[in-house]
């Protein structure tokens, strides 16, 4: 069995397990121990070779597991700590379940530990940059799974849900939010399944969202699945938070139009939006912070 089939643990089992281990690799005065990651190459199992890796955005609660990676490159994590013992980060992303296949709901902890894997390890396109800021630990997945793998992932902010941890809007409509597939899963129609099964999830709103900028390729799953299902023409957004009238734009109006840009400026654009997004939630946690003092003005002079 793999860490997904073993019987759960909660966040507090999590953490409690890693700062224990942590402990104890940091008091060892003894001969290092050796992770095998490959058939030619292993790495040795010490205190400077072990970090904590966050798995969600907000950290209240903080739940961390330990990542493992060679010496001097400590954003190649080759293994995991769970339930005791180190696995490779493959095996992490298995299952023996035969009942684990198609897109299902992410339930447990261990499943948002494969979400945080497949977003923040295992595709990373260099070792500065990641794909996806963290997911916050509210925020709704689901997991594909496909011959005892997880190879994607897809994530909604529901309707009302905040548009983030220090902001007081919600959004106004739901928002497909981050869609991804492993290289060597892709261009099998898994990004199309992804976008009808949120589109089918959700039959009774009128309108959807797709989280702005919308990356050269989910603009080709966008086109494919409009040709297919002509009916969504008028349905799919493509939206900045909340989700207003006016930060709604047609997504297949958009194609027919020819609006939508190259890789190049789409990575431009997601550097852009993730820096206006730094700088609303600043802005936001400092309006939130003057709030708390002129309460508390208040309440001393109640």
């Not at 989910?218 to 349905?235: N, S, T, Y």
């Not at 852009?272 to 208040?298: S, V």
Request: charged residues 25%; contains cysteine; positive net charge.
């Amino acid at each position: 069995m793999y860490p997904v089939d073993l019987p759960a643990v909660d966040e507090t089992d999590l953490r409690s397990a890693s700062e224990q281990y942590l402990s104890s690799l940091e008091s060892r005065h003894r001969d290092n121990e050796w992770f095998q990651s490959s058939q030619t190459s292993k790495v040795a199992i010490t205190a400077n070779n072990v970090r904590r890796l966050q798995v969600f955005e907000d950290d209240q609660p903080e739940c961390t597991v330990l990542g493992l990676h060679p010496a001097g490159h400590p954003t190649q994590v080759v293994a995991l700590y769970l339930h005791g013992k180190w696995w490779c980060v493959d095996d992490v992303l298995r299952t023996s379940s035969k009942s684990r296949s198609g897109l299902l709901s992410v339930q447990t902890i261990m499943e948002r530990v494969i979400v945080f894997i497949l977003s923040q390890v295992v595709e990373r396109p260099s070792q500065e940059e990641v794909l996806f800021s963290l997911h916050p630990r509210t925020e709704s997945c689901k997991l594909l799974w496909r011959d005892g793998q997880a190879v994607g992932f897809y994530t909604v902010k529901h309707k009302g849900s905040l548009c983030g941890s220090w902001s007081g809007r919600g959004y106004l409509l739901p928002v497909l939010d981050t869609v991804l597939v492993r290289r060597s899963w892709r261009r099998r129609g898994f990004g199309l399944q992804m976008l009808d099964d949120f589109c089918s999830s959700f039959s009774r709103e009128e309108v959807l969202g797709v989280s702005t900028p919308l990356s050269p390729s989910m603009v080709a799953v966008c086109r494919r699945f409009l040709q297919l299902h002509k009916e969504h023409g008028e349905r799919l957004y493509e939206v900045e938070a909340p989700g207003g009238w006016t930060q709604r734009r047609n997504i297949w109006l958009n194609i027919q139009l020819g609006r939508y840009s190259s890789c190049r400026d789409y990575v431009s654009m997601r550097r852009a939006t993730q820096r206006q997004e730094e700088q609303r939630g600043m802005k936001e946690m400092t309006h939130l912070r003057r709030c708390r003092l002129d309460i508390l003005n208040w309440a001393w002079l109640l």
